[in-house]
């Protein structure tokens, strides 16, 4: 087992504040409606390809920002995002959203997938899990899955807005590795896992 501190230490800043723009933590991040009145963001066009080496120190900062650690829990086992592969998407010079990833059976498992703040919102992270998608076709897998944890509203929303739906609920496989509760996303502490998957 990986040791605590690899695994689930207090969140850092991740996501950006729809209204106002600021950076925020996991904890200061709330829920808002919103009707069709958002706004749109006009982006550069924007490249998703493998990582390169040079890629790989972007990619890790990006998701050691957001899960403060490489070694995460999923599906049962410690995975180290670092040994990895992974997918980056690139607009000007530095990757702006990476996906990590594995092949696991007949699924490619979506091991992380992180947006930097400053892009959150304009198509980043909907480019890379098309290319996930894609890449799992052309290896003839069926499935694509991915878990998350109970907090992340954001999430939950991202995947089942792109044809994932939830298969399974690990109650506290999250907390039984941390020695007191770790405020997630809103605050809400940080507990289970939840497991979704797309069926190809
Ligand atoms: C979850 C996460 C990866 C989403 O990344 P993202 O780059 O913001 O995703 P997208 O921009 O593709 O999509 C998010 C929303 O922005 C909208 N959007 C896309 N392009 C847009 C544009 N040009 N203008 C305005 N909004 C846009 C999308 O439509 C989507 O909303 P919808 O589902 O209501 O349609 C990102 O929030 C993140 O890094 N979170 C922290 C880490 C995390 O939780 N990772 C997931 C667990 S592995």
Same mark, same amino acid.
């Given at each position: 087992?990986?040791?605590?501190?690899d695994?689930?230490?207090?969140?850092?800043?991740?996501?950006?504040?729809?209204?106002?723009?600021?950076?925020?933590?996991?904890?200061?991040?709330?829920?808002?409606?919103v009707?069709?009145?958002?706004?749109?963001i006009?982006?550069?066009?924007?490249?998703?390809?493998?990582?390169?080496?040079?890629?790989?120190?972007?990619?890790r900062?990006?998701?050691?920002?957001?899960f403060?650690?490489?070694?995460?829990?999923a599906?049962?086992e410690?995975? %180290?995002?670092?040994?990895?592969? $992974? #997918?980056?998407?690139?607009?000007?010079?530095?990757? +702006? @959203?990476?996906?990590a *990833?594995? !092949?696991?059976? %007949?699924?490619?498992?979506?091991? $992380? #997938?992180?947006?930097?703040p400053?892009?959150?919102? +304009? @198509?980043?992270g909907? *480019?890379? !899990?098309?290319?996930a998608?894609?890449?799992?076709?052309? #290896?003839?897998?069926?499935?694509?899955?991915?878990?998350?944890?109970?907090?992340?509203?954001?999430?939950?929303?991202f995947?089942?807005?792109r044809?994932?739906?939830?298969?399974d609920?690990?109650?506290?496989?999250?907390?039984?590795?941390?020695?007191?509760?770790?405020?997630?996303f809103?605050?809400?502490?940080?507990?289970?896992?939840?497991?979704?998957?797309?069926?190809?």
């Open positions: 087992m990986a040791h605590e501190s695994q689930f230490g207090a969140k850092p800043a991740v996501l950006r504040c729809a209204r106002c723009g600021r950076f925020v933590d996991w904890a200061e991040a709330y829920l808002q409606l009707c069709g009145c958002r706004p749109r006009n982006l550069p066009p924007v490249l998703v390809r493998e990582a390169t080496d040079a890629d790989r120190a972007a990619a900062q990006l998701f050691e920002r957001d403060r650690r490489t070694k995460i829990v599906f049962g410690v995975v %180290d995002i670092d040994q990895m592969p $992974a #997918l980056v998407a690139v607009m000007s010079e530095a990757p +702006s @959203g990476a996906l *990833y594995r !092949l696991m059976g %007949d699924a490619l498992h979506i091991v $992380a #997938l992180a947006t930097d400053m892009w959150q919102r +304009s @198509g980043v909907s *480019y890379l !899990l098309a290319e998608e894609l890449l799992a076709r052309r #290896l003839a897998l069926r499935r694509l899955v991915v878990s998350t944890t109970n907090d992340n509203l954001p999430s939950l929303y995947y089942q807005r044809g994932y739906s939830l298969t609920l690990v109650p506290n496989s999250v907390s039984a590795h941390t020695s007191k509760p770790v405020p997630g809103a605050g809400i502490p940080v507990r289970d896992e939840l497991r979704l998957e797309k069926r190809l």
